[in-house]
Antibody, heavy 121, light 112 residues
């Protein structure tokens, strides 16, 4: 079964740091780009970051650029998101998701259950 | 403010047909980029519902269908069921932004 399982969320003070992890199973992780998507409480979906299969290409939303770092370890089938200088507006459920590029625009066909990040003093 | 515009809410009685619109611009849907739809049941993660404008992943009932025309796309749900009550999001690509992934703001479907 194809599965993504996020972990690492929690309560952190403004300005603090947190590292999220996503464990992949059931597919050849090293062959796929991966994404992080977040959802603030009561709000819609927001793409956060993408990383190519070999980590050669990395992209960030403007809202997190310079503060978040995406990385992966293909040997461990794992995706990471290092979040620094956290702000209250970063409070959200963070999902890792697998993109597909079989269309003229990419889409995400597998999602994890998410991990909750709360930034509050 | 989302790049793609969806109505905040729609509703329908069981058995009825409802549609959810997704309006973009010349830099995303209007530029020819495909539209995809996700269903998010209460308290759960999003699930791919429609990809490539009108294709259903395995396991998605044919009550769900998608279409695209010009700068807009639509999701149609026929034979509405109570279990369809969820949030629905459209997603596409925008060539004018630094990131390729743009979402609609989401539409809450209420089954009356």
């Amino acid at each position: 079964e194809v599965q993504l399982v996020e972990s690492g969320g929690g309560l952190v003070k403004p300005g603090g740091s947190l590292r999220l992890s996503c464990a992949a199973s059931g597919f050849t992780f090293s062959s796929y780009s991966m994404n992080w998507v977040r959802q603030a409480p009561g709000k819609g979906l927001e793409w956060v970051s993408s990383i190519s299969s070999s980590s050669s290409y990395i992209y960030y939303a403007d809202s997190v650029k310079g503060r978040f770092t995406i990385s992966r370890d293909n040997a461990k089938n794992s995706l990471y998101l290092q979040m620094n200088s956290l702000r209250a507006e970063d409070t959200a459920v963070y999902y890792c998701a697998r993109p597909q590029y079989s269309s003229s625009s990419p889409y995400m066909d597998v999602w994890g259950k998410g991990t909750t990040v709360t930034v509050s003093s | 403010q989302s790049v793609l515009t969806q109505p905040p809410s729609v509703s329908g009685a069981p058995g009825q047909r409802v549609t959810i619109s997704c309006t973009g611009s010349s830099s995303n849907i209007g530029a020819g980029y495909d539209v995809h739809w996700y269903q998010q049941l209460p308290g759960t993660a999003p699930k791919l519902l429609i990809y490539g404008n009108s294709n259903r992943p395995s396991g998605v009932p044919d009550r769900f269908s998608g279409s695209k025309s010009g700068t807009s796309a639509s999701l149609a749900i026929t034979g509405l069921q109570a279990e369809d009550e969820a949030d629905y999001y459209c997603q596409s690509y925008d060539s004018s932004l630094s990131g390729p992934w743009v979402f609609g703001g989401g539409t809450k479907l209420t089954v009356l």
